[in-house]
């Protein structure tokens, strides 16, 4: 049986994916995306939920922080003026504090998903980022959390 030879060439392997299992549109790169998206933003909403794994978490209220990119077609208010045609973040704000008083899960990933479904299926977001945190979880780190990115064809 032959060992690894530190002093010999690298070994190089080429993987060929059938086209069925071939990307069937190019990715689109984020400079290209928010391009073509208007960027609603909330950033430092904070709010208590129960949330965690540890058997200290599991019933008593805890902060988490979210900030909140939410990517929209070109937004009709900027001509409009009208807060109709843009996300109203007082309507953000007050889904936030529902979901995070009823959600059932126990991982920040599990809540920050269903933020991300909120702001698109209630909002109409096409592209949302969520960054979910537990500000001071431990007494030497400033946060823990999650940052998803989510597109309104990929949740569909």
Same mark, same amino acid.
């Given at each position: 049986? =032959?060992?690894?030879?530190?002093? @010999?060439?690298?070994?190089?392997? #080429?993987?060929?994916?059938? @086209? @069925?299992?071939?990307?069937?549109? *190019?990715?689109?790169?984020?400079?290209?995306?928010?391009?073509?998206? %208007?960027?609603?933003?909330? *950033?430092?909403?904070?709010?208590? #939920?129960?949330?965690?794994? =540890?058997?200290?978490?599991?019933?008593?209220?805890?902060?988490?922080?979210?900030?909140?990119?939410?990517?929209?077609?070109?937004?009709?208010? /900027?001509?409009? %003026?009208r807060i109709e045609d843009t996300i109203n973040y007082a309507a953000v704000r007050a889904?936030?504090? #529902?979901?995070?008083a009823t959600h059932k899960v126990q991982l920040l990933e599990a809540l920050a998903e269903?933020?991300?479904?909120?702001?698109? %299926?209630?909002?109409?977001?096409?592209?949302?980022?969520?960054?979910? /945190?537990?500000?001071?979880?431990?007494? =030497?780190?400033?946060?823990v959390g999650v940052i998803i990115e989510r597109q309104r064809e990929r949740l569909a």
């Amino acid at each position: 049986m =032959d060992r690894f030879n530190p002093g @010999s060439s690298p070994i190089h392997f #080429t993987v060929v994916l059938p @086209s @069925s299992a071939r990307p069937t549109r *190019e990715p689109v790169e984020q400079s290209q995306h928010a391009a073509a998206l %208007d960027i609603v933003y909330i *950033e430092g909403f904070v709010a208590q #939920t129960v949330i965690g794994i =540890d058997a200290g978490e599991l019933h008593e209220p805890q902060p988490v922080q979210l900030d909140l990119a939410i990517g929209v077609p070109s937004l009709r208010a /900027c001509e409009t %003026d009208r807060i109709e045609d843009t996300i109203n973040y007082a309507a953000v704000r007050a889904e936030l504090h #529902t979901l995070l008083a009823t959600h059932k899960v126990q991982l920040l990933e599990a809540l920050a998903e269903q933020v991300a479904r909120l702001l698109i %299926d209630r909002f109409g977001a096409q592209w949302v980022r969520v960054k979910l /945190c537990k500000p001071a979880k431990f007494d =030497d780190v400033a946060a823990v959390g999650v940052i998803i990115e989510r597109q309104r064809e990929r949740l569909a």
